[in-house]
């Protein structure tokens, strides 16, 4: 592991004492005025974001990342309850339609730094090979512009850097991973008792939990609580990867400011700064570049919100590409009974997962696939599943009542890409007299198949496992798209390396430049797409 | 009932409290104080909000006394969306004052009386009707978005309280001890077993 330390020093920057927050290191923290023109302005300080930001400081950049949300302290900002980790979701409004709208809010959306790596369970699996080139393989979604083979080394130094922890993995591009898997709570025991019975193969891993001490961040303490953010430091999340090395190398991390609009300079067409909101004050801070890494609804809603004369339509939007191509995952999650207690919610939720069925079957009569996870909600996402099944009242606390003999799968299904499948302004306005992002979504027959088909594949794992009944609740997961990377400008807002066609030092570095989505947890793929745009830029390709 | 209350003799998760981290122990030690006065809903609004609410999370009959209502109304006092609205409904301080007056509505057309004062059976009846529309309308709202937002508040606020945990033998905060002995069947010290581990519901119904 030396060699980690020296390329991002993050883990050992963290206190050995206890606490959780090296409050020197952001009590000393360079801080630039708006008024010097800095080499990059990050809007974002999530996945995308602080690997970003942590890259170019090591390559000597003078580069701030701004934030919505605040500068998180686990120990005081932090609890290990579900209901009091609210602050935790981006809540400010917005409005869902579609045939099938998807719910936002803890479900898929951060706030503050670290971004909604802070709150997801900690799956980091990669993409496979093939979801680089889903167009050309089976003629739906589209191909990326770069390959699985460009993105492979960043995966493996970021699975260094988080570090994640599991099996070897079979499925993909197989490899291993640096850290041991973990041991299985109740929850993982069920899904690998049934995988073994059905003869599918299912593996502990892959998560971005130390397994062992990693630097200062210690071991897990498997307490279940990873969606509320990890208070022990053991989860990984951008909070305690990546942005203290880049604090320490001279980047800036100014949070709880709200970038309102993109800069552009008329005559030249480039890019010249951020509009931002902090503690009620507009400000301007000026930058050579800016890179907007403010996950799939906020980034295409900000460049919408950044409509100019040039661009009347909103910034790069010029072929109408801004806001299109979002994608969710199907999630549905099966819960089967057990006599025998489970108590899924000791140990943490992420803990065996399958992609055994991820890739297309010539069999089915749908292309693309799905994984299988655990998943283990605590009382209140528990609740909903039971009141999914319509019950309430007195019937909701018997069944509630019942909460410990239960195992909880969830699949991620790769739904397909859309064009009407897109982020538009509505007419309703936020706090800061911006319009809100409106999201509409439909499924196709192919996404409604998949469903199905990942539903049964539960079903049966729970019952080949001892379940006695299985209950389902259809659900989604993850955000990725809205601004995707394509070939050229006709099809997509941003390059290979995630510079916009239009503006020539305007990038995009966060989900919504991913073309497709597979049946893969996004952190680790996004995290990769920013530190491939991190190296290209450093080495001064642009 | 074969589940129920009762499943987890002598359980209680704040007798742990002492082993949580301070700050989880204030935010969840807050909701077993007396809660704070009501100031989202007007009067009549509360009264029916109360009832609908109560009924919701099956505490009509006042045998648990988790203040649900007092929680969903600071909720929306504060503006604590979940982040989202259908486009179909209002905002959600709008949705839940428009519901509300429709229940009533429905309560004057049924037997004369506002929502709270109707008999026990008629409130259910009059609840399982919005749910039965399923994704039909109900006084011009999807019913199921309507059904979403009361059930989403009522449950939140229900599972949030200790005491609900107690009756679905969840021991609640977990920092900074953690579980020592995890995996099907494997108990902590202060984990209390369930006395019918056969009483599924989904079995029995």
Not at chain 1, 134 to 142: E, S
Not at chain 1, 440 to 454: F, K, T
Request: proline residues 7%; hydrophobic residues 40%.
């Amino acid at each position: 592991m030396d060699n980690v330390r020296a390329r991002n020093e993050s883990a050992w920057l963290l206190p050995n004492d206890g606490s959780r927050t090296n409050h020197r290191l952001r009590r000393d923290m360079r801080r630039f005025a708006d008024s010097d023109e800095i080499d990059l302005v990050i809007v974002g300080c999530g996945a995308g974001g602080s690997v970003l930001l942590q890259r170019l400081a090591r390559a000597g950049w003078r580069v701030a990342a701004l934030d919505a949300g605040p500068f998180w302290d686990p120990d005081t900002d932090w609890v290990s309850d579900e209901a009091g980790s609210h602050q935790l979701y981006w809540t400010d409004p917005r409005v869902i339609a579609g045939s099938d709208p998807v719910p936002m809010g803890s479900n898929n959306s951060g706030r503050g730094v670290g971004g909604s790596m802070v709150h997801y369970a900690g799956y980091t699996p990669r993409f496979h090979p093939s979801d680089f080139v889903t167009y050309t393989a089976d003629g739906v979604g589209a191909d990326w512009p770069l390959s699985y083979l460009e993105l492979r080394p960043y995966y493996e130094q970021l699975e260094q850097e988080l570090p994640v922890a599991g099996e070897r993995w079979p499925w993909g591009d197989p490899h291993r991973y640096p850290y041991r898997p973990h041991p299985v709570g109740g929850n993982g025991e069920i899904f690998l008792r049934g995988a073994d019975k059905l003869g599918i193969t299912a593996k502990v891993g892959p998560v971005a939990i130390a397994n062992g001490r990693f630097g200062n961040r210690p071991h897990c303490i498997y307490r279940g609580f990873c969606l509320q953010g990890c208070k022990v430091n053991a989860k990984a999340s951008p909070l305690i990867t990546h942005v203290p090395d880049a604090l320490a190398r001279g980047a800036e991390v100014r949070a709880d400011a709200m970038v309102t609009k993109i800069a552009v300079d008329e005559r030249t067409g480039r890019a010249t700064g951020v509009h931002y909101v902090t503690d009620g004050v507009e400000r301007f801070q000026r930058a050579r570049m800016v890179a907007v890494a403010g996950y799939s609804i906020e980034t295409p809603r900000l460049l919408l919100n950044s409509a100019s004369r040039r661009f009347p339509d909103g910034l790069a939007n010029d072929f109408d590409q801004v806001g299109r191509y979002l994608m969710v995952q199907g999630a549905p999650q099966t819960a089967g009974r057990f006599d025998a207690e489970v108590r899924m919610y000791k140990a943490p939720p992420p803990e065996v997962s399958s992609e055994a069925f991820y890739e297309t079957d010539p069999a089915k009569d749908y292309k693309r696939g799905f994984s299988i996870q655990t998943v283990s909600p605590l009382p209140i996402t528990w609740a909903e599943h039971v009141a999914a099944q319509g019950h309430w009242g007195s019937a909701l606390r018997e069944y509630m009542s019942d909460y410990v003999h239960w195992s909880c799968l969830g699949a991620l299904c790769e739904f397909l890409a859309q064009p009407d499948n897109r982020v538009t302004l509505a007419d309703e306005k936020d706090s800061y007299g911006l319009p809100v992002a409106r999201f509409s979504y439909s499924q196709c027959d192919n996404d409604r198949a998949l469903a199905r088909a990942a539903q049964s594949v539960m079903e049966d794992l729970l019952r080949a496992a001892g379940a006695d009944e299985v209950i389902t609740i259809q659900r989604y997961a993850h955000l990725v798209g809205g601004a995707r990377m394509a070939a050229d400008q006709e099809h997509g807002v941003v390059d290979r390396y995630g510079r916009s066609f239009a503006v020539p030092n305007l990038y995009i570095t966060d989900g919504s430049v991913l073309p497709t989505q597979g049946s893969a947890n996004p952190a680790l793929t996004i995290m990769a797409v920013a530190a491939r745009a991190a190296h290209h830029l450093a080495a001064g390709d642009s | 009932m074969s589940g129920g209350p009762d499943r987890f003799p002598g359980f209680d998760a704040l007798s742990q409290v002492r082993h949580w981290d301070p700050v989880t122990a204030d935010a969840v030690l807050a909701r077993v104080a007396p809660p704070a006065a009501v100031k989202f809903f007007t009067d009549s609004q509360e009264a029916c909000a109360r009832a609908l609410l109560n009924l919701l999370t099956g505490q009509e009959d006042g045998d648990l006394a988790v203040p649900v209502l007092e929680m969903v109304d600071a909720r929306l006092a504060a503006g604590e969306t979940d982040g989202w609205r259908y486009a179909d409904m209002p905002e959600d301080g709008q949705a839940w004052r428009d519901t509300l007056a429709h229940l009533d509505a429905d309560a004057y057309t049924r037997g004369g009386t506002p929502f709270a004062d109707a008999a026990r059976a008629d409130q259910q009846a009059m609840v399982q009707a919005v749910q039965d529309l399923k994704s039909r309308e109900w006084h011009g709202l999807p019913a199921g978005h309507v059904w979403s937002l009361w059930t989403r508040y009522a449950c939140t606020a229900m599972y949030a309280h200790p005491a609900a945990w107690a009756e679905i033998g969840f021991a609640g905060p977990a920092y900074p001890r953690g579980y020592k002995n995890i995996g099907v069947g494997k108990l902590e010290p202060f984990e209390v077993p369930d006395a019918r581990p056969s009483g599924d519901p989904v079995r029995d119904g």
